[in-house]
């Protein structure tokens, strides 16, 4: 047998350990990008749940404020719709009563009537809570100013309103929320921070509504995240969300409160 000259060994040898080489470093890249995939799928999972778990409080937050509307309206039904007719009911049953004089009649009367026109104003009340008639008729402009006057009746309380944007009567299901914002935020500056005064500003910067808020109230930490987890927050951003909003609100104790949302 002829001998295999010893400069093709060598050349069996190096192409030999450069090919187990390659296989070790493939296997390093497979390995590698198999990890980096598995860690970016774990990444996108983990990023999902967060939302689908910021969604889930959204929606918490949405049934609970709902709930809590619910029991208010069946309140003010129970307490005053109620009562009221249940007293016209009675004095009703009382003019069927035999002998009754003149002036007793006209008594009675007289207290239907009253309590009848009484039963309306406050259920008028209460459907205007639900959805002001100014709103559905002439859109969120008009609203906002109808707002800021009842909130003015209190004679504690002054406001400032200047709007700079010209709104879409099509897009009342979005205005509505814009309202309910602001609604909220009043009720806070008047409840919580014993404001005085009030400012509210719509424009449209860049293509993009925003709504401008403050109020000289008594303010808060905004930087502790605490003082933004109450219901009335919640509910804020909630709304904020399903207008594909954002929002940053900036306090100080004793410096009032100022809120910049987009909508």
């Given at each position: 047998?002829?001998?295999?000259?010893?400069?093709?060994?060598?050349?069996?040898?190096?192409?030999?350990?450069?090919?187990?080489?390659?296989?070790?470093?493939?296997?390093?890249?497979?390995?590698?990008?198999?990890?980096?995939?598995?860690?970016?799928?774990?990444?996108?999972?983990?990023?999902?749940?967060?939302?689908?778990?910021?969604?889930?409080?959204?929606?918490?937050?949405?049934?609970?404020?709902?709930?809590?509307?619910?029991?208010?309206?069946?309140?003010?039904?129970?307490?005053?719709?109620?009562?009221?007719?249940?007293?016209?009911?009675?004095?009703?049953?009382?003019?069927?009563?035999?002998?009754?004089?003149?002036?007793e009649t006209r008594e009675i009367t007289e207290n239907i009537i009253s309590l009848t026109t009484r039963a309306l104003d406050n259920s008028r009340k209460i459907a205007h809570n639900l959805l002001p008639p100014v709103f559905e008729k002439f859109g969120l402009n008009a609203a906002v100013e109808e707002l800021c006057e009842e909130f003015e009746s209190s004679?504690?309380?002054?406001?400032?309103?200047?709007?700079?944007?010209?709104?879409?009567?099509?897009?009342?299901?979005?205005?509505?929320?814009?309202?309910?914002?602001?609604?909220?935020?009043?009720?806070?500056?008047?409840?919580?921070?014993?404001?005085?005064?009030?400012?509210?500003?719509?424009?449209?910067?860049?293509?993009?509504?925003?709504?401008?808020?403050?109020?000289?109230?008594?303010?808060?930490?905004?930087?502790?995240?605490?003082?933004?987890?109450?219901?009335?927050?919640?509910?804020?951003?909630?709304?904020?969300?399903?207008?594909?909003?954002?929002?940053?609100?900036?306090?100080?104790?004793?410096?009032?409160?100022?809120?910049?949302?987009?909508?």
């Amino acid at each position: 047998m002829t001998a295999v000259p010893a400069y093709e060994k060598e050349i069996v040898a190096i192409i030999l350990y450069t090919s187990c080489f390659f296989m070790i470093v493939a296997a390093f890249l497979i390995l590698f990008f198999y990890l980096s995939r598995k860690k970016i799928i774990q990444k996108e999972l983990e990023k999902k749940d967060l939302v689908l778990q910021y969604q889930k409080e959204q929606l918490h937050a949405i049934i609970i404020t709902q709930e809590e509307e619910r029991k208010r309206i069946a309140q003010d039904l129970h307490d005053d719709i109620s009562s009221k007719l249940n007293i016209v009911s009675l004095n009703s049953h009382l003019l069927t009563a035999p002998n009754l004089t003149e002036n007793e009649t006209r008594e009675i009367t007289e207290n239907i009537i009253s309590l009848t026109t009484r039963a309306l104003d406050n259920s008028r009340k209460i459907a205007h809570n639900l959805l002001p008639p100014v709103f559905e008729k002439f859109g969120l402009n008009a609203a906002v100013e109808e707002l800021c006057e009842e909130f003015e009746s209190s004679k504690t309380l002054k406001t400032y309103y200047k709007n700079h944007i010209d709104f879409d009567d099509k897009e009342m299901d979005r205005h509505l929320h814009v309202f309910r914002i602001l609604q909220e935020l009043m009720n806070n500056s008047l409840r919580h921070g014993k404001a005085t005064e009030i400012w509210i500003a719509f424009n449209n910067q860049n293509g993009v509504n925003v709504c401008n808020y403050e109020d000289n109230g008594t303010g808060f930490d905004s930087k502790n995240a605490e003082n933004q987890k109450g219901l009335g927050m919640k509910n804020i951003d909630s709304r904020i969300s399903f207008l594909d909003g954002t929002i940053q609100i900036s306090s100080e104790i004793n410096k009032g409160i100022e809120v910049i949302f987009t909508f």
